[in-house]
């Protein structure tokens, strides 16, 4: 099974960025839609963003719309989150998830392949 590993998270001060990768242990991945989700200490894992197989169809969480872009790279087996405008409020452990479809969802339920996660702290 494809296993997932992101990078890139660190400690920012508010109204920074960072750009998070996800990278992918085989080629099997650039068939399958991808997302970013996020779990904050003490709460539920959220959805962030999804992009399809293709990257021609992207979709985001209303609290990151016009900050966060998400893209894929098929020929590195390499998905990113860019990340601009940072809040306090993004602190949160971020994970990539893989899917089988085309078609990236909202739904945690729907993805089967999960990172380890990367810390995002952003400080006020």
């Known amino acids: 099974q494809v296993q997932l590993v992101e990078s890139g998270g660190g400690l920012v001060q508010a109204g920074g960025s960072l750009r998070l990768s996800c990278a992918a242990s085989?080629?099997?991945?650039?068939?399958?839609?991808m997302a970013w989700f996020r779990q904050a200490p003490g709460k539920e894992r959220d959805f962030v963003a999804a992009?399809?197989?293709?990257?021609?169809?992207?979709m985001y969480a209303d609290s990151v719309k016009g900050r966060f872009t998400i893209s894929r790279d098929n020929a590195k087996n390499t998905v990113y989150l860019q990340m601009n405008n940072l809040k306090p409020e993004d602190t949160a452990v971020y994970y990539c998830?893989?899917?089988?479809?085309?078609?990236?969802?909202?739904?945690?339920?729907?993805?089967?392949?999960w990172g380890q996660g990367t810390q995002v702290t952003v400080s006020s």
């Open positions: 085989e080629s099997s991945v650039s068939s399958k839609a």
């Open positions: 998830a893989a899917r089988p479809g085309v078609l990236g969802r909202s739904s945690g339920a729907l993805y089967d392949t």
């Open positions: 992009i399809s197989q293709s990257g021609a169809g992207t």
